[in-house]
């Protein structure tokens, strides 16, 4: 089983450019989500699915766009990269929202100049 | 609004040491879950435990024990007899079920940079 796998492990961005994170899970996991992690800030939520065609805001959702159109993927997209997206994101997913382990991807390191 | 505090932002001790991480939480609900997760320096997040807010028996596995208490709203974490393996950085998480069934995710403390020296 892979679990929940993301792409690229890096990437360098310009400010301006556009770019997809890749998020593919083959649990069968309803519970999609986006996490970035800052230095001295935890992880905070962008956006989150709760099944194919459904997503919705978290915290910090400006500057990012997602969609799901299956059940496996769950891509997230900067249109316009700025340097304070400069960050460390999470993908993680769960067979439903509510109090169940959420499983993480290895993570994807972003630096945008 | 949920808020998680880890006050302590690094800790450093002596292999063999003790060390508790402390977690204070807050919500307006009367069910929610506590987690906790762990950071190796490799950058993957590890699932350690899951505590839902009706059970307050603290629970041991192996070195690791958490001590949850609703009446301070702390859901702290133990490690006894640490080892350089614990080096990492832990996250003590909060979520809730009555704001959309918990869809909004875990929310997050800023996390205790574990350090142990051999």
């Known amino acids: 089983n892979a679990g929940v796998t993301q792409t690229p492990k890096f990437q360098v961005l310009k400010t301006g450019q556009s770019m997809t994170l890749q998020c593919a899970q083959d649990m069968n996991h309803e519970y999609m989500s986006w996490y970035r992690q800052d230095p001295g800030m935890g992880l905070r939520l962008i956006h989150y699915s709760v099944g194919a065609g459904i997503t919705d805001q978290g915290e910090v959702p400006n500057g990012y766009n997602v969609s799901r159109s299956t059940t496996e993927d769950f891509p997230l997209r900067l249109l316009s990269a700025a340097p304070s997206q400069t960050s460390v994101y999470f993908c993680?997913?769960?067979?439903?929202?509510?109090?169940?382990?959420?499983?993480f991807g290895a993570g994807s390191r972003l630096t945008v100049l | 609004a949920q808020k998680v505090t880890q006050a302590q932002t690094e800790i450093s001790v002596v292999e063999k040491e003790d060390v508790t991480l402390d977690c204070v939480y807050e919500t307006r609900d009367t069910t929610y879950y506590l987690f906790w997760y762990k950071q190796p320096p490799s950058g993957e997040l590890v699932f350690l435990i899951r505590?839902?807010?009706?059970?307050?028996q603290n629970e041991i596995s192996g070195r690791y024990s958490w001590n949850f208490q609703k009446s301070t709203s702390s859901f702290n974490f133990t490690i006894t007899a640490s080892q350089v393996v614990d080096s990492a950085v832990y996250f003590c998480a909060l979520s809730e079920g009555s704001s959309g069934g918990g869809a909004d995710g875990l929310t997050f403390g800023k996390g205790t940079h574990l350090i142990i020296q051999p």
């Open positions: 505590r839902n807010s009706f059970d307050e």
């Open positions: 993680a997913s769960s067979s439903s929202p509510w109090a169940n382990v959420l499983t």
